[in-house]
Structures are given as C-alpha cells and as structure tokens.
C-alpha cells in the first residue's frame, strides 16, 4: 500500500492564480482531512470528508473548496491565491472509526508570491 | 485561546539523558489524545492513542501517559534518531473524528 499520496510536491503560485492540490489514498479509510501547518504553529484543519458525497468546513476554510466523488480521492482546489495561503499542507485519512489514528501524506509545499 | 499546549517548545538532550514532554488541554469532554512523530520535510506519523486518566503506551524509548488535565511523553535514553518535533492532539466531546492540534515539540538529541 502506498498510503496517503499528495501532488505536487511543492508549487509556487503567483498572486489571484488558482491550483489544485491531489490527495488520494489506497486504504478505504472513509475520513479523509486537509490541514495546513504554518512555521510554529499547530496544524489547522481547512476541510474533512467522512465519506464520497460529504464534506464539510474545519477551522479555517476561507479560499478553499473541496470535493469528495470517490473514497480514494480528496482533492483541495484554492482560488484565487493569496500571500496568506503560503503554507505547507497536509492531506489525512482514518478508517470508519475515526477516532483511531489518522494518516498523513508527505506534504505539498505552496508559497504565493 | 489555545486548548492544547505544549511544553517546551524546543528542548536539547544529550543522547542518553531521559525527559519527558508535555502537553496540556482545557477542553472538557476528551474522547482521546493522539501524540505524533514528525521529521523534517515529512508529514507527521502516528505514535500513540491514549484514552482515559491513567493510561500509559509504550513503543521503543517513548512512553505516554494520560492524566485528567495533561499528557506527557517520556524519552528515556534518547537517541539522535528521536530528534523530531512531538506532536499532541486531542479529540474532542462530540467529534469522532476532529482532531485539534497542539504547536509541538522540536526535540534535538546530540551524540
């Protein structure tokens, strides 16, 4: 099994440009995550999704959208890219339970300038 | 406000010489408490889940163990290999799957 895998791995956006980041992962796990960690400070949950068809909001998903057609795949679209979305971001996942731990991929290193 | 805290925020070991880590939370209601491993330039990888007061895993040199208002991750004989930033995260009453995460530790053991 390959995991969590997340392209590209690093990117660099010019300011109002828009990318999507992939995330897919081969375990079934039915909850999949978007984070972003910035220097210093804890990782802050953008998007989740507990299943194909249902998404839903986490700490801070202002200039982001998601969507969730197939359980492998979780992929976070960012729209007109702003300075404050230079971050790195993590894309997760966990089976049904949920509450057991959570997955992480390797990371997609985005800087807006 | 911060519901998950962790403490120091940098720490320096000699390889061999034990600590612990610690992390504190003031929501109430805690379903777990989840500390993770993270290398540079990686994403983070599972350690372990603790959850209830009293609560102790081990796994090589690392032990962690849970009380009513904080959790703490013991390094004995530490290693350079430990060198990491600790992550802790609590789940919170009323999610199954929401996990809030604390700023972590950047440990570095030196040889």
């Known amino acids: 099994n390959a995991g969590v895998t997340q392209t590209p791995k690093f990117r660099i956006l010019k300011i109002g440009q828009s990318m999507t980041l992939q995330c897919a992962q081969d375990m079934n796990h039915n909850y999949m995550y978007w984070y972003r960690q910035d220097p210093g400070m804890g990782l802050k949950l953008i998007y989740y999704?507990?299943?194909?068809?249902?998404?839903d909001k986490g700490e801070v998903p202002n200039g982001y959208n998601v969507s969730r057609s197939t359980t492998e795949d979780f992929p976070l679209r960012l729209e007109l890219a702003a300075p404050s979305q230079t971050s790195v971001y993590f894309c997760?996942?966990?089976?049904?339970?949920?509450?057991?731990?959570?997955?992480f991929g390797p990371g997609t290193r985005l800087t807006v300038l | 406000e911060d519901q998950v805290t962790q403490s120091p925020e940098a720490l320096r070991l000699q390889e061999g010489e034990s600590s612990s880590l610690n992390c504190s939370y003031t929501v109430s209601g805690l379903r777990g408490l989840f500390w993770y491993r993270q290398d540079p330039g990686k994403g983070p990888e599972f350690l372990f889940t603790l959850y209830s007061a009293g609560e102790e895993k081990e796994k090589e040199r690392l032990k962690a163990t849970l009380t009513k208002k904080e959790s703490f991750l013991h390094i004995t004989a530490p290693k350079p290999e430990d060198s990491a930033t600790y992550l802790c995260a609590v789940l919170l009453g009323g999610s199954n799957y929401k996990l809030t995460f604390g700023k972590g530790t950047l440990l570095t053991v030196n040889p």
């Open positions: 999704s507990v299943g194909a068809g249902i998404t």
């Open positions: 997760a996942s966990s089976d049904f339970r949920g509450y057991n731990e959570q997955f």
